[in-house]
């Protein structure tokens, strides 16, 4: 079999430049609504953020996670009710497996909100959690400057610019569903912003004495459950992304130079009744000879007290009857359960399968079982 090309990858290439020329726009257009309604992945290129601002957060990754393991493991997730800072190696676990990755969370920088009498037992019932996913919205753990000198304001200046991006690129996809530019505008600007998350993830070369390569994943199976859109950049030549193509065949999303990964969360495929997929992807483990592969995945925020029916009444019945083909419930089960039905209460049960021991010391055991069963 002819070795893939990494600049033809079959998930479509869209260049965003031609959105500014009223000739080539149909056509850009028309491609997003292919990519929208078939593999729910694609690359953009021309997006508009600076490539040395890129550069400048790419530049500091292997400082640091470099980084000595005891000032690494100062700023762990476990110090964190809002599962932000770091996680070391095969910490995190997807399909009940772990991951064969180290990775940081960060997010827009914003205090915690929630307190513990706003969700007091006594006041909503004893198995109420519904406020609960309040407390994942909080301030991040910096790395000091003389740790990494330089590392939050190349930090602060990406997230800026990549989260701009996402909402220009938002606007469009409304133009390619038909619906129209702003729609999801409140969702951003309202009183109280959603907190945005960025990942910062290292896939090591893994240990030669370990099981067989297909046994192990960097990451898991999964969809994405942390937003609305998600926007990955791949660092340098390391592959090992893969996308699960409709026909059930994993197909590789290798890096393209100069773009940005795009792909829908659970809220999008809930809110479009699976007529946009939140498509299943997975990174496979290095292998022990290979370089460490870096990336860095965007996910866009959402008002976690909102319900997917709220969601969904934003987006036209018209929309939701593109469904291709399955039925309304394929694969966003957890979504529709009338047991989580808000954002909020999806994305913190979604952390607490990825990182059981912050959800059990922060949230207790009564809430993750509640959540984990
Ligand atoms: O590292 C990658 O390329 C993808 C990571 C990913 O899918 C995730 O963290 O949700
Ligand atoms: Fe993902």
Redesign the pocket.
């Known amino acids: 079999m002819a070795a893939p090309n990494p600049s033809h990858p079959p998930i479509p290439v869209l260049d965003l430049s031609q959105n500014f020329s009223s000739s080539d726009r149909s056509s850009l257009l028309t491609q997003l609504q292919d990519a929208l309604f078939h593999t729910g992945f694609l690359y953009i290129n021309n997006h508009g953020v600076n490539e040395s601002t890129i550069n400048n957060l790419v530049d500091k990754l292997p400082l640091l996670f470099d980084l000595p393991p005891e000032l690494k493991n100062g700023l762990s997730k476990m110090n964190s009710p809002h599962f932000l800072g770091y996680s070391g190696y095969a910490e995190e676990t997807t399909l009940g497996k772990k991951d064969l990755r180290e990775q940081w969370d960060f997010g827009s920088d914003v205090p915690a909100i929630w307190n513990c009498r706003a969700i007091h037992p006594e006041a909503k019932g004893i198995d109420n959690y519904e406020r609960l996913y309040w407390r994942l919205r909080g301030p991040n753990q910096w790395p000091p400057e003389d740790w990494i000198s330089g590392f939050r304001d190349a930090y602060m200046k990406y997230h800026a610019e990549i989260q701009d991006l996402s909402y220009r690129f938002v606007h469009l996809v409304e133009e390619a569903l038909g619906i129209p530019v702003g729609t999801f505008d409140s969702f951003w600007k309202g009183e109280m912003q959603p907190q945005h998350r960025i990942?910062l993830?290292k896939?090591p070369p893994r240990s030669p004495i370990a099981k067989d390569e297909k046994e192990e994943q960097?990451?898991g199976a999964?969809k994405?459950s942390s937003g609305w859109l998600?926007f990955?950049y791949?660092v340098g030549k390391e592959e090992?992304?893969e996308v699960l193509g409709s026909d059930g065949k994993w197909i590789e999303a290798p890096p393209v130079p100069g773009t940005f990964v795009v792909n829908f969360g659970n809220a999008f495929e809930a809110a479009t009744e699976g007529a946009v997929k939140a498509t299943v992807?997975r990174?496979k483990a290095r292998s022990p000879t290979s370089s460490p592969r870096y990336?860095i995945?965007f996910f866009q925020g959402l008002p976690l007290d909102m319900t997917v029916s709220e969601i969904r009444s934003y987006i036209p019945q018209f929309v939701r009857n593109l469904r291709a083909h399955g039925k309304a419930t394929d694969g966003v089960s957890a979504f529709l359960d009338s047991r989580w039905d808000s954002l909020g209460e999806s994305q913190l049960r979604k952390w607490l399968r990825s990182h059981e021991d912050v959800g059990r010391k922060w949230y207790g055991n009564k809430v993750v079982e509640y959540y984990l069963q």
Do not use: N, R
Request: glycine share 12%; charged share 10%; hydrophobic share 30%.
């Open positions: 990942k993830i896939y960097g990451v999964h994405d998600t990955l791949q090992g992304l992807h990174v990336s995945p």
